[in-house]
C-alpha cells in the first residue's frame, strides 16, 4: 500500500509539471577576453529562467531556450558582466555578436542549494558552506568520494578492516549523525556507518556541498553534526555530450595492469537533449585488487572489492518548471579471503556483497515571479547479503559454510515524499513551507521481527531581510513518528549580518535531533571480530547547536582575492546514541543512549585566488567531551585534536598543464579510558590514536581539445597503520591495536574523454 501511494505520488507529481513544452530556437556566440583571447568556461545565462551553459575552449557557446524575449547574462571569475538582449523565435538560430570581458576586482562565488529557497551564490546564504567543485574532483584523480573529501578540515576517516567499509567523522561526531543526500534525496545504509559515500559514482559529480552544524528543521533525522550534499552533472547546452574514463592506479608497491592487483576504473557516459528534452545514461567499473600488506598468508590486510554502477536520467525542462527521473544502481563484492586450517588444508573465505537501486524523481515549477513548487519522491531497495564458503585447498572444491550466521540477507527499502514551497510575500520576506514522509522498513535474519518506521514532519520557514545588510531565517519543524515520541517542535535560528561590503558575519542555533534507525533498534551482527545487538528502547537524541563565522574579502583587485574565515560552534548532545556493554552480557555490545556527550570548536581558512594560482590554507581545533570529567573533575573537559590543510594549484598556461598540491596534518586523538589494573581496581588513563601527514600531488595536461591526461601520487608519506595505546579490546568495533588508514603510496596513471555537439 505505500509503494502504490508512493507511485500516486511520483505520477501527480510529473503528470502536474509535464505541461506541453514551447517550441524552440537557437542561440550562438563568442565571448573573449580585452587582449582578444577566448575566454574559457565562462557562464553564459539567460535572465529569470534556468538556462545556461559554459563557453568552450575557443570561448564559444550554444545555447536553447523557448520563443521569447531574454537577457542573456555572461559573467567569468575576475571579468566584469555583459548583459545582452536577445529575441528567440522558434525554429530558428540567432547568432550574437562577440562579447569582450574585461578585468575587474570582482569575484564569482559558487552557487549553493543545499537548505536554499532557491540557488544562489554562497556568499548570500545564511549558512557556512564549504563546496568542492567538478574541477578540484577531476584534480585529484579520485576514484571514490573519500578520495576527495579526506583533505578537508574536521572530516576523518575510519576503516573496519574485517567487514571491508569505512565511516566518516565531521566535526569529531560519528557518521550515524552526519546526513548523506544525493541530489538532496538521503542514501541508505545498513549499519551505523556511512559506507553509502563509497558507493556513489564520483564520474557523475559536480560538486559537493558541506553544511556544518544541525539541519533538523529542513532535512529532519540523522543531520546532527550537518550535511554532506552530492550534487550530480546536470545537462548543459549541448546535444550530443560523451565522456570516457580509464585510471590505472598501484597499491603500494602491488599492481598488474588492468585487473588483479592496483585500482582499475572505467567509465562511460552519454547524454542527449532536445527541445527541453534530456537523456542521460552512464556506467562505471571499479576494481580494486586488495593489499596484501604485512600479511604473509592468502588472507589480506585490505580486502579486494569489485563495483558496478550504473544511472539512467530523462527530463524535460522550460523556461518555467523542469521534471526528471534519476536511477542508480549498484552492485558492489568485498572478497574476505580467509587463512588455511593447516589440519584440514581447508579455508574459509567470505563475500559480502551489496545491491543498491535508489530511484528519484524531480520537479520544480515556477508558479509565478513570487511563488515556486519543488517535489522529490524517492525509493531505494538496499540489501547486503553475506556469502560464507569453504575451500578445500586439495581438491579446489568450494561449498557453502552452513554455520550459524555465515549465510544471511538483510533489505533496507525506503521512501521519500518532500514537497516545498517558496512564497515570496515581499522583497524582504520569503515563506517557505514544506511536508516530508520519510518510511524505511528491514527485514533479515539479524533483524528482530521486520520492522517499520514511518515518520510524518511539516516544515515552516522565514527569510526576512529587514535591511539590506540583514538577513534572519527563523525555522520550525514539527514531527510525528510511529515509533517513538517525537519533539513536539524543532527549532532553528539563522543570521548573516554584513558588517561591511567585504565582510559577512553569520550567527546561529539550531535544535539537532535524531531518531534511531532500524539499525540500531533492531539489527544484531556477531563474527570473529563484532558483537553487537540492538535495542529498541532506545530514545531518540537530540542537541543544542551554536555556531558563527565570519568571512572576510581582504584582497579583491584584478583577478587576485584573498579570502579569510573564522568559524566556532559549540554543541551539547542529550541521550547520544552509542555504544556499551549490555549489562546482561558484558561480552557483548549494544547500543545504548548516552546522557551528554558534547563537541567544540573552530576553524581558520584562507584562500588565495590570482591568474594561474589557487591556495587554500587552513587549521582546526575539535574538542570531544570526555565523560569521565563527571567522576573526576581534575579530569579536562574535552580532550582536542588539532588539523592543517594546505592545497596548492598552479596553471602552466603555455603548456596548458596544472599541477596540484593537496596536504592535510591529522593530529593525534587523545581519549580517556576507565581500566581495571592487576589488582581489580579502576584506573584512569589517556590514550591516543597517532597523529599523521597525508599529502597527493598530481599533475593534469590537456593532450587535445577532447582528452586529458591526469597522474601523480597518493600518499607521499606512507602511512598504513596508526598507533593506538588504547587498552579497548573487546566488544563491538573496538579501539585497541593498531589502527588501519591506507595501503600506503600509490601511483596513478588516467585518461579523461570529452566530447559534445
Known amino acids: 500500500m505505500r509503494n502504490l501511494f508512493l507511485y500516486l505520488c511520483c505520477f501527480l507529481l510529473i503528470t502536474t509539471l509535464a505541461q506541453a513544452q514551447d517550441l524552440t530556437g537557437k542561440m550562438s556566440g563568442k565571448v573573449v577576453t580585452a587582449d582578444g583571447k577566448p575566454a574559457i568556461s565562462a557562464t553564459v545565462l539567460l535572465k529569470t529562467t534556468r538556462y545556461g551553459t559554459t563557453t568552450d575552449a575557443e570561448g564559444h557557446y550554444f545555447l536553447e531556450a523557448p520563443e521569447g524575449r531574454y537577457s542573456v547574462v555572461i559573467q567569468s571569475l575576475g571579468f566584469g558582466t555583459q548583459t545582452i538582449p536577445v529575441r528567440v523565435k522558434a525554429g530558428e538560430a540567432v547568432t550574437i555578436p562577440s562579447t569582450i570581458l574585461r578585468e575587474v576586482a570582482h569575484q564569482l562565488d559558487d552557487v549553493v542549494v543545499t537548505g536554499q529557497y532557491e540557488p544562489q551564490s554562497v556568499r548570500q546564504s545564511v549558512y557556512q558552506i564549504r563546496t568542492i567543485d567538478r574541477e578540484r574532483i577531476q584534480l585529484r584523480g579520485a576514484t571514490n568520494l573519500i578520495g576527495v573529501l579526506n583533505n578537508e578540515l574536521g572530516i576523518r576517516f575510519s576503516n573496519d578492516a574485517t567487514l571491508g567499509t569505512s565511516d566518516i567523522q565531521l566535526m569529531g561526531m560519528s557518521g550515524r549523525n552526519v546526513?548523506?543526500?544525493?541530489?538532496?534525496?538521503?542514501?541508505?545504509?545498513?549499519?551505523?556507518?556511512?559506507?553509502?559515500?563509497?558507493?556513489?559514482?564520483?564520474?557523475?559529480?559536480?560538486?559537493?556541498?558541506?553544511?556544518?552544524?544541525?539541519?533538523?528543521?529542513?532535512?529532519?533525522?540523522?543531520?546532527?553534526?550537518?550535511?554532506?550534499?552530492?550534487?550530480t552533472k546536470k545537462p548543459g547546452s549541448e546535444r550530443i555530450a560523451l565522456s570516457g574514463r580509464v585510471q590505472e592506479e598501484s597499491v603500494g608497491k602491488e599492481y598488474k595492469g588492468f585487473s588483479g592487483k592496483g585500482t582499475h576504473n572505467q567509465n562511460l557516459g552519454a547524454t542527449w537533449q532536445k527541445n527541453g528534452w534530456h537523456v542521460g545514461v552512464g556506467g562505471t567499473h571499479n576494481d580494486f585488487g586488495g593489499w596484501q600488506g604485512t600479511s604473509l598468508t592468502r588472507t589480506k590486510d585490505w580486502h579486494a572489492k569489485e563495483q558496478w554502477l550504473g544511472n539512467v536520467k530523462f527530463g524535460l525542462r522550460t523556461e518555467k518548471f523542469s521534471v526528471w527521473y534519476r536511477m542508480d544502481a549498484v552492485d558492489e563484492t568485498i572478497n574476505a579471503l580467509g587463512a588455511v586450517n593447516v589440519n584440514t588444508n581447508q579455508a574459509r573465505d567470505q563475500n559480502f556483497i551489496t545491491s543498491r537501486f535508489t530511484h528519484q524523481a524531480q520537479g520544480d515549477w515556477r508558479a509565478s515571479e513570487r511563488l515556486q513548487l519543488n517535489g522529490i519522491v524517492s525509493y531505494t531497495d538496499y540489501s547486503r547479503r553475506t556469502q560464507t564458503t569453504t575451500l578445500d585447498l586439495t581438491t579446489s572444491r568450494r561449498t557453502l559454510s552452513l554455520g550459524q550466521g555465515e549465510q544471511d540477507v538483510s533489505d533496507f527499502v525506503s521512501q521519500v515524499f518532500r514537497v516545498t514551497a517558496q512564497y515570496k510575500i515581499s522583497p524582504a520576506v520569503s515563506l517557505q513551507p514544506g511536508i516530508d514522509i520519510n518510511t524505511e522498513r528491514a527485514s533479515g535474519a539479524r533483524i528482530l521481527g521486520s520492522p517499520s518506521i514511518n515518520d510524518y514532519a511539516f516544515f515552516v520557514s522565514s527569510e526576512l531581510k529587514p535591511t539590506s545588510a540583514i538577513t534572519i531565517r527563523p525555522g520550525l519543524r514539527f514531527v510525528k513518528n510511529s515509533v517513538y515520541d517525537a519533539p513536539p517542535v524543532i527549532p532553528s535560528l539563522n543570521t548573516k549580518i554584513t558588517l561591511h561590503k567585504n565582510t559577512d558575519l553569520r550567527l546561529a542555533y539550531a535544535r539537532g535531533f535524531r531518531s534511531p534507525a532500524l539499525r540500531e533498534l533492531y539489527f544484531n551482527f556477531f563474527d570473529a571480530s563484532h558483537s553487537i545487538t540492538g535495542n529498541p528502547d532506545l530514545k531518540a537524541e537530540y542537541s543544542n547547536s551554536f555556531n558563527g563565522s565570519i568571512t572576510w574579502r581582504s584582497v579583491a583587485t584584478g583577478r587576485l582575492r584573498i579570502t579569510s574565515t573564522l568559524t566556532g560552534f559549540y554543541n551539547d548532545f542529550h541521550d547520544l546514541i552509542a555504544y556499551g556493554n549490555d549489562p546482561a552480557n558484558p561480552g557483548v555490545m549494544k547500543t545504548i543512549n548516552i546522557d551528554r556527550f558534547k563537541t567544540t570548536g573552530g576553524t581558520f581558512n584562507n584562500t588565495l585566488s590570482s591568474k594561474n594560482l589557487q591556495l587554500t590554507v587552513g587549521f582546526s581545533h575539535v574538542g570531544r567531551y570526555n565523560s569521565l570529567t563527571q567522576d573526576d573533575p581534575d579530569l579536562p573537559e574535552f580532550v582536542w585534536s588539532p588539523e592543517v590543510n594546505a592545497n596548492l594549484t598552479y596553471h602552466l598556461q603555455k603548456i596548458d598543464t596544472k599541477v596540484s598540491l593537496f596536504y592535510k596534518y591529522t593530529g593525534k586523538r587523545p581519549t580517556y579510558e576507565s581500566l581495571t589494573d592487576a589488582e581489580g581496581k579502576p584506573v584512569t588513563r589517556l590514550a591516543e590514536t597517532a597523529d599523521y601527514h597525508w599529502a597527493d600531488l598530481t599533475i593534469s595536461k590537456s593532450i587535445t581539445k577532447y582528452v586529458t591526461l591526469n597522474g601523480g601520487a597518493k600518499n607521499l608519506f606512507n602511512v598504513t597503520r596508526l598507533n593506538n595505546t588504547s587498552g579497548d579490546t573487546g566488544g563491538s568495533h573496538s579501539t585497541g591495536g593498531a589502527v588501519p588508514l591506507s595501503y600506503g603510496r600509490s601511483y596513478f596513471l588516467g585518461l579523461n574523454f570529452q566530447w559534445a555537439k
Open 179 to 231: 546526513k548523506i543526500l544525493l541530489d538532496g534525496v538521503p542514501m541508505v545504509d545498513r549499519g551505523d556507518t556511512r559506507e553509502s559515500l563509497n558507493q556513489i559514482d564520483i564520474n557523475t559529480i559536480d560538486r559537493v556541498e558541506i553544511v556544518e552544524g544541525p539541519m533538523s528543521v529542513s532535512y529532519g533525522t540523522d543531520a546532527l553534526a550537518g550535511i554532506i550534499n552530492i550534487i
